[in-house]
Every structure is written in structure tokens, then in C-alpha cells.
């Protein structure tokens, strides 16, 4: 099964709204990382978060991580339509053979 | 600089057929990963290499191979392609992991999109 799960699988939403998806994952990780990802193109990396941390920001990106509900959220304020994409959280596990797993993503719409 | 690199961004092959992918990365990163990303799957890794000449098996690994003769290149190759391997693959970089262990930021290429028949 997969570590790292994002909910909801899809979101679509007005421009100028914030959006927020939450990833939950089932093991101890020492890091957790999101990624954007446009339709056709590799993978960007956005943002990670320590365990030792609860909060992070970005410009209009915002991450909480909950270790204790191992979980994690990435808000993003303000939505424009350049935001329109798959976001994937990764976590990084301690010592697993194969110990860095994405999640199935989430995609979001925003629209003008 | 260009970051990573994939060639090639296309190709199709017919059942059997062999190829081999090419990633290349500037950065003098490390660490290396093949990736394959499968609608609503998220992305599930090959192999990965820690260093020139070393690889290891990720979370599927069968029917293919890989190779990292030069720190900055690295080849997967698919000896005898089948039609589950019809998919998009994905090469990283990234520094080696921190003293903890944590994985740090990878750097992907652009990926190949690969069509068995």
C-alpha cells in the first residue's frame, strides 16, 4: 500500500479562492515534500517540511504537518489559474530499502 | 545549466523490442532515480543509484535494468519490452541523503512517454 495518500483526488475552484489537500501517510518519516506537477511535464518541487516542524510557508504556500495524526496540508492562497495542476506529497521514510514514496496526487482546477 | 535531461521524449515499441532510456543531469547530484508514473498511481520508483557505479531495486524493478557508469548519467533499459511497460518514466536527481537519512529535494526531467504495442 501506498505511504502517502492525498485527499481529495480531484478539487476544482474559482481563481482568487484558496485551496487546500491534505496528505496522510502510515509510517514515521523524517521528511515530508510536495511536488507540482503541469499537465505533460516533470515534476516540481514546492516546499518540505521536518518533522520537527509544524508549519512552513512559501509565498502563497502554506504546509502543516501533524505528526501525531500523520498527516499534512498544503494550503494555497489566492488560487490563480497558473496553479491548475497535480500536487503530489512525498515522504521520506527512516531506514526502509526504498524509503522516499509519492502519493497518488491531487488535481486541481482553477478556473477563471 | 541545464538540470535533467531525458531522451528520448517519445517512442513507441512493438512487444520484445529492447531501448534504452538516458538521463543526464548537471548538477553533480549523487543521487539518481527512475521513476514510472500509471494514471491515478502516483509515481513508483525503478531502481536508483548513490553514486557512480552503484544501483539498487525500488518498488518495481522487474524488466528493467539500469546502469551509472558516469556520476551524471544514468540508463534504464528494457531488455524485452511488454505492454505494461507502456508508461511515463521519469528520471531525478537529487543530493545524497542528509545524516538523519532524510531524502532531500529531487530535481526531475521533462520524461519520456513510452508506448509498447
Known amino acids: 500500500s501506498q505511504q502517502g495518500e492525498e485527499d481529495p483526488q480531484a478539487l476544482s475552484i474559482q481563481e482568487g479562492e484558496n485551496a487546500t489537500m491534505n496528505c496522510s501517510y502510515k509510517?514515521?518519516?523524517?521528511?515530508l515534500q510536495w511536488y507540482r506537477q503541469n499537465s505533460g511535464r516533470g515534476l516540481v518541487h514546492l516546499i518540505l517540511i521536518r518533522s520537527n516542524e509544524r508549519e512552513k510557508h512559501s509565498g502563497r504556500l502554506r504546509v502543516t504537518l501533524d505528526t501525531s495524526k500523520k498527516s499534512s496540508s498544503l494550503l494555497i492562497t489566492a488560487s490563480r489559474a497558473a496553479d491548475t495542476a497535480s500536487y503530489f506529497c512525498a515522504t521520506s521514510r527512516f531506514n526502509y530499502g526504498q524509503n522516499f514514496v509519492f502519493g497518488p496526487g491531487t488535481r486541481l482546477s482553477v478556473l477563471p | 545549466n541545464a538540470g535533467v535531461t531525458q531522451t528520448p521524449k517519445f517512442r513507441v515499441l512493438k512487444t520484445g523490442q529492447s531501448m534504452t532510456l538516458l538521463c543526464a543531469q548537471d548538477m553533480n547530484h549523487e543521487y539518481m532515480y527512475w521513476y514510472r508514473q500509471d494514471p491515478g498511481m502516483g509515481l513508483r520508483l525503478i531502481h536508483y543509484s548513490v553514486g557512480e557505479g552503484t544501483t539498487a531495486k525500488g518498488e518495481v524493478p522487474d524488466g528493467y535494468n539500469v546502469s551509472r557508469l558516469k556520476k551524471q548519467n544514468f540508463l534504464l533499459g528494457l531488455e524485452s519490452a511488454a505492454p505494461s511497460q507502456t508508461s511515463v518514466y521519469f528520471c531525478?536527481?537529487?543530493?545524497?541523503?542528509?545524516?538523519?537519512?532524510?531524502?532531500?529535494?529531487?530535481?526531475f526531467g521533462p520524461g519520456t512517454r513510452l508506448t509498447v504495442l
Open positions: 531525478a536527481s537529487s543530493y545524497s541523503i542528509g545524516l538523519a537519512g532524510e531524502y532531500n529535494e529531487q530535481f
Open positions: 509510517t514515521s518519516i523524517n521528511n
